[in-house]
């Protein structure tokens, strides 16, 4: 992989970090997801699970719901996903399925990643569909917003 | 499990087909769901992957999303989940992240199952939370309309 190849992976990891700001702000475990076809954004998402009290409503799985939406079909060739955070068990899913061909992102979801973690359902043999995957993209910022995150939640408990 | 729990389960596992005959009139592969909380059905859908052109949108992923649309968290305690086949990579997973408590399958599906055929994700320790399963409930209809659906697809292939 070329600098310039690197150079766009920030670029769009760097949107994704922005979205997952959008989830720190609305009190959301703060993770953002970018999903890009043909060099185009086609959809932004943020985790929304507790503003919505939707369980499924990750990230990731809302950006892919989206990018279908706007093509129409629910196969995703050609696509990346920048997401800040290992995919969990659901998302691996969802990628899968929806055929997405790259998987770039930030850090490493030690209790419910689905890569490197807990157990590898994006590059394995176990579906029909495997995914190119690439971990480490802005790793210290991804990391770094989650942590700020539990840190604050952690100390108005404690204040309470 | 005593003989009026079973009569239950034959229940709704009735209703659980009647969704996958919709799935199939839609030409969808006929996957239906049920969702049911203290005895009542919280929420019914079936697959409608094609018809919507959402990879997201299986018989499970749905009825969990109505069932946390309808009851505004995303906890469902206490719940069953009806399903006709074994739910996919994607399903479990929104399984787990909803905290089903148990799912109660039909039929197995040899290439995307995740409990009893590709993996097991709903039973295993990998997880934060274990899912009570049981399986082979009304197996042979769940299996003949799937079977019905693929020779029907293949037959008017030929024709073509």
């Known amino acids: 992989m070329g600098k310039e190849k690197n150079m766009n992976h920030n670029y769009y990891m760097k949107i ?83 055929r997405v061909e790259n998987v770039i992102y930030g850090t490493c979801d030690s209790k419910n990643g689905c890569h490197k973690s807990k157990i590898d359902l994006l590059t394995s043999n176990l579906f029909n569909h495997k995914v190119n995957v690439i971990s480490g993209i802005m790793k210290e910022e991804c990391e770094k917003i989650l942590k700020d995150f539990f840190k604050e939640i952690r100390e108005e408990k404690r204040k309470k």
Chains 1, 2 share one sequence.
């Open 16 to 98: 994704a970090l922005e979205e997952a700001k959008k989830a720190y702000k609305e009190r959301e475990v703060p993770i953002g997801c970018v999903l890009v076809i043909d060099n185009k954004i086609v959809a932004k998402a943020h985790n929304m699970k507790e503003v919505t009290g939707q369980a499924i409503y990750h990230a990731e799985v809302l950006a892919i719901k989206k990018a279908c939406e706007k093509i129409g079909i629910w196969r995703l060739e050609g696509s990346y996903l920048y997401t800040t955070v290992e995919p969990c068990v659901m998302c691996s899913g969802a990628i899968i399925h929806s």
